[in-house]
């Protein structure tokens, strides 16, 4: 037993040595040098010769290793949303090349680097890199929202389900003698397109008795406030979505790179009317039922909602997908979310367990909205009946999710 266990050691310890002497190490006691603040990691990084280069003004600028070693005092306020990725690495023999990309708030950095295995160790020997200014939060929101609020033709999805939203931004009316049930508002300067749309489909906005939310993001349930106030709807939410609502958005574990996400923008607070688990169950009138599955990973509240609609005599499985992407995000070393990998990755095993007829999302990419709504003719097939398009989902972002992990910085 002693025996296996010593074997086991050895052969740990040789993974060990074998994983420090590789060029994404170098890179890793790089990143680290970022993470900390510690210009001791850049001297571990770099050959004590190597040079950093890069443009100012138009003019040609130089450090050397110790230079910019003592560039670093300690980890930066805002750590939580800076976003390091390995764009490529080329190994050949003993020399490599990588791109790097440090997504910080206002400021992309892209690293150009040289490594050469000198002796038993890989070092960085060469850095160029250029800085590039990217918008405000304000601004890139505001693009965001004009690009994603276009105006889109309201329409009926299958039996009561109908689309209200913008061309890329959902929200969906689920209508019963009793009353209708509001999936998400969207902004609240898209609100009166909204709004404007259930009026156009024939119904009253004033009948909308419960609003339900996806995800706790500017962009789903900023209307909340305001729609609460003109319709008296009752609002009922996931328990840390709702957390998140009462916080108006704010001090998002999402905020990263230059968009914000809330944490300097948000919405008008609200606070929900009730609070739904996993698997709960919402329901109004007379055979419309919604039940609620907690998806985390966009937000940590995400809930994707489904139901069972009847279409020419026949019932199918509809989801309502919260949303999968998770990319963008700090996904390592996230003292805000520290679970984030593995709630994404029990997100994806929950889904896969799922059947879906009709997959509907929070947006209007993530299902091809404006291609189906361009193929739903009179007496046609329903384009939005498509049993096999949630699986084609889930591995094209379980896919990208495993990519991103990947790219950044390892777990310390």
């Not at 040789?14 to 900390?36: G, K």
Request: hydrophobic share 40%.
């Amino acid at each position: 037993m002693l025996f296996s266990m010593l074997i086991v050691a050895v052969v740990f310890m040789s993974c060990m040595a074998v994983a420090q002497d590789s060029p994404r190490d170098a890179i890793e006691l790089y990143f680290q040098a970022h993470a900390l603040g510690d210009g001791d990691y850049i001297r571990r990084a770099f050959a004590p010769d190597a040079k950093i280069e890069f443009v100012e003004n138009g003019q040609l600028k130089q450090w050397t290793r110790e230079e910019f070693a003592q560039r670093f005092h300690g980890p930066a306020a805002d750590e939580y949303r800076r976003v390091r990725r390995v764009e490529s690495l080329d190994v050949s023999g003993t020399a490599a090349s990588a791109v790097v990309t440090l997504d910080y708030p206002q400021v992309l950095f892209r690293d150009h680097l040289s490594l050469l295995k000198i002796g038993d160790h890989w070092r960085i020997v060469h850095k160029v890199f250029s800085a590039e200014r990217t918008e405000t939060e304000p601004e890139a929101l505001n693009k965001v929202f004009r690009d994603w609020s276009l105006p889109f033709a309201p329409r009926r999805i299958i039996g009561n389900i109908y689309y209200v939203g913008s061309n890329l931004i959902s929200s969906f009316l689920i209508v019963t003698p009793a009353g209708h049930i509001l999936l998400d508002t969207g902004h609240v300067q898209m609100l009166p397109q909204v709004e404007s749309n259930i009026e156009k489909l024939g119904f009253r906005v004033k009948d909308v008795k419960i609003l339900l939310n996806s995800q706790a993001h500017i962009d789903h349930c900023g209307g909340f406030a305001e729609f609460k106030r003109q319709t008296g709807a009752t609002v009922i939410v996931s328990n840390l979505a709702g957390e998140q609502m009462m916080r108006g958005g704010k001090h998002d574990f999402a905020s990263t790179g230059a968009f914000g996400n809330g944490d300097d923008l948000g919405y008008e607070p609200i606070k929900p009317d009730r609070i739904v688990a996993d698997g709960g169950r919402i329901e109004l009138g007379e055979g419309t039922s919604l039940t609620a599955h907690l998806t985390p990973g966009h937000t940590k509240g995400c809930t994707s909602w489904s139901m069972r609609a009847n279409e020419n005599g026949k019932e199918y499985d509809v989801l309502f997908l919260c949303g999968l992407t998770v990319s963008p995000y700090k996904l390592t070393n996230n003292e805000d979310y520290p679970s984030l990998v593995g709630d994404v990755r029990g997100s994806f095993k929950k889904l896969r367990t799922m059947h879906a007829d009709v997959l509907l999302a929070a947006h209007g990419f993530w299902f091809d909205l404006e291609g189906k709504a361009a193929r739903q003719k009179a007496g046609a097939p329903n384009p939005f009946i498509d049993p096999d398009e949630l699986g084609r989902h889930l591995s094209e972002m379980e896919n990208e999710f495993e990519r991103a992990l990947q790219a950044q910085e390892r777990q310390r």
